[in-house]
């Protein structure tokens, strides 16, 4: 590598196949940074299933890397993900909860297997794709790095990223954070990227695109019992606590039954609501507004502070899931364990085991699972 390359130092990024990385890739380049490929393979089951791409993700990320002019290196880290982020879900699933993988996922492997993988090959810092930002400010206690979200908001992914720590955020840099996806699509077609018109992926990190159902049933028992009314009327038979979410509407198996009717003779949808685990009941409600699917309040454990401590203010906004606007709330109590908000209006389908999110404006203050 000549010298003019790399006076900004040695940066690795995760090349996904995808058109975000590439171009991440691209513009740290034109930053003068001396840019190392790093493709991450974190699942191996069913690998040649009609599901899993990453056979053809692994070529896109490499015929980019030859076109960037860049060296890229595969690295296989799906023991670290089975043991860190799979065994955890399926634990949590277990539990009756629905956990957010990608959450995980972000804090066990991408930036920290990968952060260490990085740092072994000399690079001083990581990037990755992601729409969100860093910055540092000086405070009275030193250098802080903040998490922000991305300038595109359609887009921003803090969410995924908010248990990043303080020396995780110190060497990342998302290239993304200050440009509209359109532009990075743009990028890619001038560039003529092999990838420039590639779907963005959807889906969990390790199941992609398959039926989600169909691919918990292998990893877990299903264990029938009971749909209920709040009145306690039985209305249908569920296949499992673990594969229903809160809020959720398809997939109940109920559609026939129509319950309460309005004047016309129409009916409300059936939501999942919530689940006995002692008695293995699933709970459904009708009409997306039943206080049952209402929420003034939450309380969140397994806590991530991104300034490394809990917030000491009072009124911030906050997520309860990642495709959601900001809500405002009020802190109860938040410490390095606990977090307890009250919302001015009622949040929907608050589901446990799913994130909540705290921010200050488009700072990401941090987060914790919901009880």
């Not at 690998?47 to 056979?55: K, L, T």
């Amino acid at each position: 590598m000549t010298s003019s390359t790399a006076s900004k130092g040695r940066v690795v990024i995760g090349l996904s196949g995808g058109v975000d990385s590439s171009v991440s890739a691209w513009l740290l380049k034109q930053q003068g940074y001396e840019v190392i490929g790093l493709f991450m393979k974190n699942w191996e089951d069913d690998d040649d299933s009609e599901y899993c791409s990453s056979r053809q993700d692994w070529l896109d990320a490499a015929s980019v890397a030859d076109l960037l002019g860049i060296e890229i290196e595969a690295v296989n880290f799906a023991a670290e993900y089975k043991d860190r982020v799979f065994a955890e879900f399926l634990r949590e699933y277990t539990a009756g909860r629905t956990p957010n993988p990608d959450v995980l996922c972000n804090a066990e492997i991408k930036f920290k297997a990968f952060l260490d993988h990085a740092m072994s090959l000399g690079a001083e810092r990581i990037a990755t794709g992601h729409y969100a930002r860093v910055r540092s400010v000086e405070t009275p206690e030193g250098l802080q790095y903040q998490l922000l979200k991305g300038v595109d908001q359609s887009k921003d992914q803090s969410y995924f990223l908010h248990r990043l720590n303080q020396a995780q955020l110190s060497r990342t840099l998302f290239p993304l954070g200050e440009i509209e996806k359109t532009e990075v699509r743009k990028i890619a077609e001038q560039l003529q990227l092999p990838n420039a018109k590639k779907k963005d992926s959807t889906g969990i990190c390790f199941i992609g695109e398959r039926p989600f159902r169909e691919f918990l049933n292998r990893y877990l028992p299903t264990k029938p019992g009971p749909i209920k009314t709040p009145e306690g009327q039985v209305v249908g038979e569920h296949m499992g606590l673990a594969f229903y979410t809160y809020g959720q509407r398809k997939g109940l198996g109920i559609g026939g039954i129509k319950g309460k009717q309005r004047d016309d003779g129409t009916a409300d949808a059936w939501y999942a609501a919530r689940k006995d685990l002692k008695n293995n009941v699933l709970y459904v409600v009708q009409g997306h507004d039943h206080p049952w699917l209402l929420n003034h309040k939450l309380s969140a454990e397994n806590i991530s502070w991104t300034a490394g401590h809990a917030p000491t203010g009072t009124h911030y906004t906050a997520k309860t899931r990642y495709r959601q606007s900001d809500a405002s709330c009020q802190v109860l109590k938040a410490t390095d364990n606990e977090l307890q908000l009250h919302f001015d209006q009622a949040q929907w389908a608050v589901t446990p085991g799913q994130s909540v999110v705290l921010y200050d404006g488009d700072v990401c203050l941090g987060g914790g699972i919901i009880q």
